[in-house]
């Protein structure tokens, strides 16, 4: 466990610990580099002792670094130091699914649907990018305070092994699917299954398969039938329950096949809760269990029959090679021969016999054939006790497997390489290389002997040199199939930004206007001189200059030096403000004198979260500003409002009304860059905006054919400053999804 105050790579120093899992504990921390709060997943020690599953949890990370969509929780970095193996995220100011479903005991049925949705587009984005989550659950997934839903911890998963996972998975069984507790292939449907789970629960309440360890809730997931949600909730709709039933089919093929068509069907149930449009697909009936009747029974026990086989080669058997094609008739019906009828006759006389035999319960002597013959009453009982041999073994098979004490042929391969350091079986993957910041040409070398295919996507801005590749789909370091092609990005050159004037704001108001911008920003505190009345020229805590000055065009990624203001200098000793129930931005800019401040949280029902609770020193004590502690503890709050959702919406509801009223106009005029796979065919633009709970939806661009990047100029609700906006491309004459982009607007008139 990290204490506070440690600082890990020389740039994230350690504010609190926010959370722990099976694998990892989560801390919030200062980055310093870009002067932000984020949130550090730190490996717990007994997993940093594999080598194997550190790899891969790299890998893994690496690869969900390259994602980004507002339902995703960003990684920013990922590392070591000194043995302490972390991934750096967005910092998220919320709670986990799992503790607002604890709280509220199961969801409304649009907030549960809402929710399912957002998850669904982020699982979406990730899959689109080649990455399968693996595992999908409500812990994974996080509220914020302002009721937006992201999934997290992507790649974990993945990372792990059956030799590295042991009573730690116990949250993760409950939402496992058939294929992973069976320890066989998971992909895309896997998140699917697991996501049905998790809707099952947040409806419910309650988790459909429930255990006293891992092994018996794995079984239910292999052999039981869930509890209907409508049993536990009498109210769900049946398109809701349809939805879920589809999401957790047994069987991988009678699940959905795209994230995308759950979305659909879980925007349908929106509006039509009681539609039968869920298409649950249909067993086989040739794979259904046929019952037969007594009397056939009997019948199929006393009936004497034959199987026969080829009959075996002899000197008199012309092989295949050697055999005469005889000429064949026009009549496509087998010519009737004497042979033919002598046999047909022998046939029907053996039938009649032992009819008359099975009437008279009398013996039937049987006419031996050449080949191999079986009596079927004998037959059929023995395949059931072999049927009932090979379940069980693969019952035991599995249960040992769940339980650690059985080794897959893979986990048995990772023990003998960590032992003897060579790898017993031949992995002809290749290790995907780095091309950023290099030419074409360079990248062409770079790949000239891997196997691996490279494609050009087209141009976006950045902050690498024109002409460079500047992204690529696949990160640098992961491993993926011979032949496997890498999409990247050429840049064309930072975009041009005007440096925005944050002077006399707040150190942290200016600091995320800045990067808002796209700008690295570099803090730097002085102390100031006084004005002709002995006061400082800035208060303490707020910005005095900028460099480069306001209105400089600049690059994105370019670095500006905010400098900020510590007041007059009184030497080693400065009062203490009192900044007890202050918000804790209100605080830190209040103490803007002192560089040493320690945020503790602390959970109090009875102090709104942000509130400082207590501060030490006490006020108007005196302490060092330079080198002195100060330590807050601010409230992390102890429960959430009734409806932290829907009044997010309300409130946004209420602001769009004023804005409506007073007749303002909202726009976005990002840019679009070239969509992935994109063929140069009619497109459509669809923007999806949540005004007041509600998803409104329109067509900004519809069959027409775009240049890209396109600057976009299209106008949104007013008030609503977010969106999604939807790429459809016309191929084969259907609208097809190609890109989904996060868009903001801001108010122009």
Same mark, same amino acid.
């Given at each position: #466990?990290?204490?506070?105050?440690?600082?890990?790579?020389?740039?994230?120093?350690?504010?609190?610990?926010?959370?722990?899992?099976?694998?990892?504990?989560?801390?919030?921390?200062?980055?310093?580099?870009?002067?932000?709060?984020? =949130?550090?997943?730190?490996?717990?020690?007994?997993?940093?002792?594999?080598?194997?599953?550190?790899?891969?949890?790299?890998?893994?990370?690496?690869?969900?670094?390259? *994602?980004?969509?507002?339902?995703?929780?960003? $990684?920013?970095?990922?590392?070591?130091?000194? +043995?302490?193996?972390?991934?750096?995220?967005?910092?998220?100011?919320?709670?986990?699914?799992?503790? !607002?479903?604890?709280?509220?005991?199961?969801?409304?049925?649009?907030? =549960?649907?809402?929710?399912?949705?957002? $998850?669904?587009?982020?699982?979406?984005?990730?899959?689109?990018?080649?990455?399968?989550?693996?595992?999908?659950?409500?812990?994974?997934?996080?509220?914020?305070?302002?009721?937006?839903?992201?999934?997290?911890?992507?790649?974990?998963?993945?990372?792990?092994?059956?030799?590295?996972?042991?009573?730690?998975?116990?949250?993760?069984?409950?939402?496992?699917?058939?294929?992973?507790?069976?320890?066989?292939?998971?992909?895309?449907?896997?998140?699917?299954?697991?996501?049905?789970?998790?809707?099952?629960? #947040?409806? &419910?309440?309650?988790?459909?398969?429930?255990?006293?360890?891992?092994?018996?809730?794995?079984?239910?997931?292999?052999?039981?039938? #869930?509890?209907?949600?409508?049993?536990?909730?009498?109210?769900?709709?049946?398109?809701?329950?349809?939805?879920?039933?589809?999401?957790?089919?047994?069987?991988?093929?009678?699940?959905?096949?795209?994230?995308?068509?759950?979305?659909?069907?879980?925007?349908?149930?929106?509006?039509?809760?009681?539609?039968?449009?869920?298409?649950?697909?249909?067993?086989?009936?040739? =794979?259904?269990?046929?019952?037969?009747?007594?009397?056939?029974?009997?019948?199929?026990?006393?009936?004497?029959?034959?199987?026969?086989?080829?009959?075996?080669?002899?000197?008199?058997?012309?092989?295949?090679?050697?055999?005469?094609?005889?000429?064949?008739?026009?009549?496509?019906?087998?010519?009737?021969?004497?042979?033919?009828?002598?046999?047909?006759?022998?046939?029907?006389?053996?039938?009649?016999?032992?009819?008359?035999?099975?009437?008279?319960?009398?013996?039937?002597?049987?006419?031996?054939?050449?080949?191999?013959?079986?009596?079927?009453?004998?037959?059929?009982?023995?395949?059931?006790?072999?049927?009932?041999?090979?379940?069980?073994?693969?019952?035991?098979?599995?249960?040992?497997?769940?339980?650690?004490?059985?080794?897959?042929?893979?986990?048995?391969?990772?023990?003998?390489?960590?032992? &003897?350091?060579?790898?017993?079986?031949?992995?002809?993957? %290749? =290790?995907?290389?780095?091309?950023?910041?290099?030419?074409?040409?360079? /990248?062409?070398?770079?790949?000239?002997?891997?196997?691996?295919?490279?494609?050009?996507?087209?141009?976006?801005?950045?902050?690498?040199?024109?002409?460079?590749?500047?992204?690529?789909?696949?990160?640098?370091?992961?491993?993926?199939?011979?032949?496997?092609?890498?999409?990247?990005?050429?840049?064309?050159?930072?975009?041009?930004?005007?440096?925005?004037?944050?002077?006399?704001?707040?150190?942290?108001?200016?600091?995320?206007?800045?990067?808002?911008? +796209?700008?690295?920003?570099?803090?730097?505190?002085?102390?100031?001189?006084?004005?002709?009345?002995?006061?400082?020229?800035?208060?303490? +805590?707020?910005? !005095?200059?900028?460099?480069?000055?306001?209105?400089?065009?600049?690059?994105?990624?370019?670095?500006?030096?905010?400098?900020?203001?510590?007041?007059?200098?009184?030497?080693?000793?400065?009062?203490?403000?009192?900044?007890?129930?202050?918000?804790?931005?209100?605080?830190?800019?209040?103490?803007?004198?002192?560089?040493?401040?320690?945020?503790?949280?602390?959970?109090?029902?009875?102090?709104?979260?942000?509130?400082?609770?207590?501060?030490?020193?006490?006020?108007?004590?005196?302490?060092?500003?330079?080198?002195?502690?100060?330590?807050?503890?601010?409230?992390?709050?102890?429960?959430?409002?009734?409806?932290? $959702?829907?009044?997010?919406? *309300?409130?946004?509801?209420?602001?769009?009304?004023?804005? /409506?009223?007073?007749?303002?106009?909202?726009?976005?005029?990002?840019?679009?860059? &070239?969509?992935?796979?994109?063929?140069?065919?009619?497109?459509?633009?669809?923007?999806?905006?949540?005004?007041?709970?509600?998803?409104?939806?329109? $067509? %900004?661009?519809?069959?027409?054919?775009?240049?890209?990047?396109?600057?976009?100029?299209? &106008?949104?609700?007013?008030?609503?400053?977010?969106?999604?906006?939807?790429?459809?491309?016309?191929?084969?004459?259907?609208?097809?999804?190609?890109?989904?982009?996060?868009?903001?607007?801001?108010?122009?008139?």
């Amino acid at each position: #466990m990290l204490k506070n105050g440690m600082v890990i790579a020389e740039r994230y120093e350690i504010t609190a610990k926010i959370g722990a899992g099976g694998m990892a504990d989560v801390y919030k921390a200062m980055d310093h580099k870009l002067n932000r709060y984020v =949130a550090v997943k730190v490996l717990k020690p007994e997993f940093r002792e594999d080598a194997t599953f550190v790899k891969k949890f790299r890998s893994e990370a690496q690869a969900a670094a390259g *994602l980004t969509h507002p339902n995703i929780v960003s $990684v920013f970095d990922v590392g070591d130091d000194e +043995g302490v193996y972390y991934i750096v995220m967005e910092l998220i100011e919320g709670i986990t699914l799992k503790e !607002y479903i604890s709280k509220r005991g199961k969801l409304k049925v649009k907030e =549960a649907t809402s929710i399912a949705i957002q $998850v669904c587009m982020g699982l979406d984005a990730a899959h689109r990018h080649g990455i399968v989550h693996r595992d999908v659950k409500p812990q994974n997934i996080i509220i914020s305070t302002d009721g937006k839903v992201k999934v997290t911890d992507f790649g974990i998963a993945r990372a792990a092994s059956s030799n590295t996972i042991s009573s730690n998975v116990m949250g993760s069984v409950h939402y496992s699917s058939p294929e992973q507790v069976r320890g066989g292939y998971s992909d895309e449907k896997s998140d699917i299954y697991s996501l049905g789970i998790t809707l099952y629960e #947040m409806v &419910t309440g309650k988790v459909p398969f429930d255990g006293d360890t891992t092994v018996a809730i794995a079984i239910k997931h292999l052999q039981e039938e #869930m509890v209907p949600p409508r049993e536990l909730t009498p109210d769900l709709p049946t398109s809701l329950e349809q939805i879920i039933f589809k999401c957790t089919q047994k069987s991988v093929n009678r699940r959905y096949e795209r994230m995308e068509d759950v979305i659909e069907d879980l925007r349908h149930s929106l509006i039509d809760p009681n539609g039968d449009f869920v298409q649950l697909n249909v067993v086989n009936n040739q =794979a259904k269990t046929l019952v037969f009747t007594d009397k056939e029974i009997g019948e199929i026990k006393n009936t004497p029959k034959t199987i026969q086989t080829e009959n075996p080669p002899n000197k008199k058997t012309a092989s295949p090679a050697n055999k005469k094609k005889k000429p064949q008739s026009r009549s496509s019906k087998p010519r009737t021969t004497a042979k033919n009828k002598a046999r047909t006759s022998r046939s029907a006389s053996s039938t009649v016999s032992a009819r008359k035999a099975q009437e008279k319960k009398l013996p039937v002597k049987k006419k031996q054939k050449k080949g191999f013959s079986v009596d079927l009453g004998f037959l059929l009982p023995m395949l059931g006790l072999i049927a009932g041999i090979a379940l069980l073994v693969a019952v035991i098979v599995v249960v040992g497997r769940s339980a650690g004490l059985l080794r897959s042929g893979e986990n048995q391969r990772s023990s003998v390489e960590a032992q &003897t350091g060579t790898s017993t079986v031949q992995d002809d993957r %290749v =290790a995907v290389p780095d091309l950023l910041g290099h030419s074409e040409e360079e /990248a062409r070398s770079l790949t000239e002997n891997t196997n691996i295919g490279l494609q050009n996507m087209g141009e976006e801005p950045s902050v690498y040199a024109k002409g460079l590749i500047c992204r690529q789909e696949i990160a640098a370091g992961t491993k993926v199939a011979p032949h496997t092609t890498i999409r990247y990005y050429i840049s064309e050159g930072a975009a041009e930004v005007t440096v925005p004037d944050v002077s006399g704001m707040s150190e942290i108001n200016a600091v995320n206007t800045l990067q808002n911008s +796209g700008f690295i920003v570099d803090v730097k505190k002085e102390y100031v001189e006084a004005d002709d009345y002995g006061y400082p020229l800035a208060d303490p +805590g707020y910005v !005095y200059l900028i460099e480069p000055p306001v209105g400089t065009q600049l690059q994105v990624g370019e670095t500006i030096t905010l400098h900020v203001s510590r007041g007059l200098d009184y030497g080693d000793s400065a009062e203490v403000p009192d900044v007890v129930g202050m918000s804790r931005d209100q605080a830190l800019t209040t103490l803007g004198k002192f560089l040493n401040i320690q945020i503790v949280e602390e959970q109090r029902a009875d102090v709104a979260a942000g509130e400082v609770i207590s501060q030490s020193p006490e006020a108007y004590s005196y302490q060092d500003p330079n080198n002195g502690l100060i330590v807050l503890t601010v409230s992390s709050g102890n429960d959430l409002p009734q409806e932290p $959702v829907s009044a997010a919406y *309300l409130e946004q509801a209420s602001l769009v009304e004023e804005a /409506a009223a007073a007749g303002e106009v909202w726009k976005c005029t990002q840019r679009l860059n &070239t969509p992935s796979g994109y063929g140069g065919g009619l497109v459509r633009l669809q923007l999806l905006q949540d005004v007041g709970g509600q998803s409104q939806s329109s $067509v %900004v661009v519809d069959s027409e054919a775009l240049t890209f990047p396109y600057q976009l100029n299209i &106008t949104g609700v007013p008030g609503v400053s977010e969106g999604t906006l939807y790429l459809y491309e016309l191929i084969d004459g259907k609208y097809q999804e190609l890109g989904i982009y996060s868009v903001t607007f801001s108010r122009v008139s």
